[in-house]
């Protein structure tokens, strides 16, 4: 179960603001429920049940260690979105602090992982 004190949400006089509010609910619910490097490990493969080995790799991006996701469904999406065949998967934001690196998608490739 999930509470919310909606008298922290700051809607205010703007649909604008409620919908950005619901945004960060959804994100932060992903959070919670699968995107996170400490999750990582226990992705499995839904056909076999067994977990997935080596989801993330890291590879050097532009002289930046970055963290790339490869899961067979999100890499053929973006293998398909992109047109590029040899994508090895999403990059993964490798700046800020430790909540963000590895835990978001690289925002100069994907802007916000929720809308």
């Not at 919310?4 to 950005?20: C, T």
């Not at 989801?55 to 979105?81: A, D, S, Y």
């Not at 590029?84 to 835990?103: D, F, I, K, P, R």
């Amino acid at each position: 179960m999930i509470q919310f004190n909606l008298a922290h949400f700051s809607a205010g006089d703007s649909l604008v603001k409620l919908e950005d509010n619901i945004y960060t609910v959804m994100h932060e619910l992903v959070h919670v429920l699968a995107f996170s490097p400490m999750l990582y490990p226990f992705y499995i493969d839904p056909k076999t049940l067994q977990p997935l080995p080596n989801v993330t790799m890291i590879k050097m991006v532009n002289g930046l260690n970055t963290t790339v996701l490869n899961t067979p469904p999100l890499t053929q999406r973006l293998r398909k979105h992109f047109n590029c065949s040899t994508l090895e998967g999403a990059y993964l934001e490798n700046q800020g602090n430790a909540g963000n690196v590895g835990s978001h998608f690289e925002r100069r490739v994907f802007f916000n992982e929720v809308k």
